[in-house]
């Protein structure tokens, strides 16, 4: 039991290893920060490509996006960092990073969009053309915020899977919050920096979830 | 006549209210038994509590020499003889009409595959359902769900049926064709405690009416002699139209 | 940059020929692995729902703090965790089963709360109708509760499970040989990006057929109506 929280919970450790984990908190924070609007942005953009009528392009749309959904997100962004350099294109790990998790969080953003642009009745879009608004006009104003909340736990938890999915930087070398403790531990031989960054992802993930949850819950009850 | 149900004392609390207060009532052989009241009064309690989907907080309730409330009771035996009929009738949305009165027989009763289809056919056939054997619920009217549902129930062979608001949930041109069937079964000989606001129905087919107020059986006869009790609520209840 | 050279650095035919036997390898483990938790994960997390039926309400709230910590953090926190924590309190285990045990209790978690949700939300009148045909609790639950609640869960469950299998690509950063470490492993030794394209198609191989076969069972339950 004693080895168990030496090996684990060692404060000592711990407190030695904070300051880093902090730097590498706030580059987690970054990432999260620049990643949500990329991905929303890219996602409702496939989301009406898939929905467009020329029919080449909502092929090529279902393309894209199942392609980049059925790739882990990890073979990704090693394909961006070690497979582009082949071409003579040196992508920094923090830039391969950003894409790969762009292009994968996109793909899933799209999927829930897309679903929650099905869920409001036509009706709503022939209402608002009605009345004379433009067709994007009517899509922003009326279709995309009942869309939104529609499915607004479904987005909250792809959010929440993407804070998670910046931990796979530490793989190639982003001094992120896990890179920053799996670098600790290898320094003092010891697990602890790792279960702290754990307890600082659910610190701010863990009500997440529950929040998600709650939503969720309140949708059912809808 | 010698009761088949027989309550004795009952009552039952939900937290501090009391929604059953002191209720006897014995149901005789081949009788159709009413309990009608207003809204919140407890029929639906009591008759729930005939085959403990509620457990009642004492009292007895007496069915072929076995207190149904009794510990060693087995309630699952027992409810192979006390069908039940639902409001929302309840049936099984994944299973075929045919499949929803073979699984008690199947499960409960051990019947063979064969065994379990022809009975259920016998009495799908019996409620007017010959041609809906393999209809999903989804694929049936709500008259015509209700009549699967009786079906499910007949099909175990009880003692006693109990029906809560068997029509009320369905348009008003298809509760003919259940309150016919309830007819066909009263006139097979079967037992019945019905909660029904068919008012009409139960001044013509009801052996007994109980009427119940704030948890207790206030009043009871038959339809003729509540209607003539000068000044009783029954007797406007029961002389509505609705 | 022109064309003979793209297909000579991604599509180099030699390169794939050498490599394809430990690519395959790599994929057989991957597919292996990604088994062994979608199975284990799901009957654990079925299991932790049904749990839930009983439990008291004390029992419930911890189960919701561990299954919400499962869902809160990154799997590769709780990889290296393991992998590099537990040899030290004595306990060693391989990197496959260090993967397994992690993707398994992370898939648990997320299958009790859909599982659960697909419980919660069929009407108390379908217990009611079958227990009073005298069908016990647990008839109930194997023939008319369970096969409605599947039916909700479908969609949600098939998409969890499918994201988080794919974690399986984790193993690389423990030296676990499955499919993306093995082509990681050929890209060094050959200098040449084809064992990594090799890789995308193979795992676009194992995980869009799952993909479609979600989008199928979806569609093919519907009793009755037209989906
Ligand atoms: N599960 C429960 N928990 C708490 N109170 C309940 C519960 N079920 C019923 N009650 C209360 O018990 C009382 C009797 O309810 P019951 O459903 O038996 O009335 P009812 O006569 O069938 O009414 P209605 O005609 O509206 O169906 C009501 O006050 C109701 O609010
Ligand atoms: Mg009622």
Known sequence: MNALIEQFFNLEVMAQAFPFLLKGLGVTILLTLLLTPLGLALGLALALGSSARHRGLRRAVRIWVNGFRGLPPLVLIIIVYSALPFLGLRTPPLMAVVIALWLNSSAYYCEILRAGLGSVPAGQMEAARATGLGRAQALRDVVLPQAVRNVLPDLASNTIELVKGTSLASIIGVSELLHMASNARSVVYNASPITLAALMYLAFLLPSVRLTGWLERRRRGA | ?242 | MDLSRLIEVYFNAGVAWTYLPDLLHGAWVTVSLSVLVIAAGLVLGLAMALLRLVLPRWGVEVMRLWVDCLRAVPPLAVILLLYFGLPSVGLSISAFWVIWITLTLILSAFAEEIFWAGLEAIPAGQWEAARSTGMTQRQTLADVVLPQAFKICVPQLTNRTIGITKNTALGTAIGMPELLNEAQTALSFSGNATPLIMAAIGYLIIFLPLMALAGYLERSMSWGKTA
Not at chain 2, 57 to 70: E, V
Not at chain 2, 192 to 201: A, K, N, Q
């Open chain 2, 1 to 242: 006549m010698r009761p088949i149900l027989d309550i004795q004392a009952l009552y039952k609390s939900f937290g501090d209210a009391e929604v059953l207060k002191n209720i006897n009532l014995k149901v005789g052989e081949g009788e159709m038994v009413f309990l009608i009241g207003p809204s919140g009064s407890g029929k639906s309690t009591l008759l729930r509590c005939c085959n403990r989907l509620e457990e009642p907080t004492s009292g007895a309730i007496w069915m072929d020499n076995t207190n149904l409330l009794a510990g060693d009771t087995d309630i699952n035996r027992m409810r192979q003889r006390i069908g039940m009929v639902f409001q929302g009738f309840n049936l099984y949305p994944h299973m075929t009409a045919e499949q929803n009165v073979m699984l008690a027989l199947r499960r409960v009763q051990g019947k063979s595959e064969a065994e379990a289809r022809e009975i259920a056919r016998r009495e799908l056939d019996r409620m007017g359902l010959a041609e809906r054997f393999g209809h999903y619920p989804s694929q049936l009217s709500g008259g015509q769900q209700q009549r699967v549902a009786i079906a499910r129930s007949l099909a175990l062979g009880p003692r006693v049926m109990l029906m809560d608001e068997p029509t009320s949930a369905l348009d008003p041109e298809l509760v003919g064709g259940v309150l016919e069937a309830m007819r066909e079964m009263k006139a097979a000989g079967m037992t019945m405690l019905v909660v029904s606001h068919e008012m009409r129905f139960a001044r013509e087919a009801a052996d007994r009416v109980a009427f119940m107020q704030a948890g207790e059986i206030v009043e009871y006869g038959t339809p003729a002699e509540l209607l003539a009790r000068e000044g009783g609520r029954a007797r406007a209840f029961l002389g509505g139209e609705h």
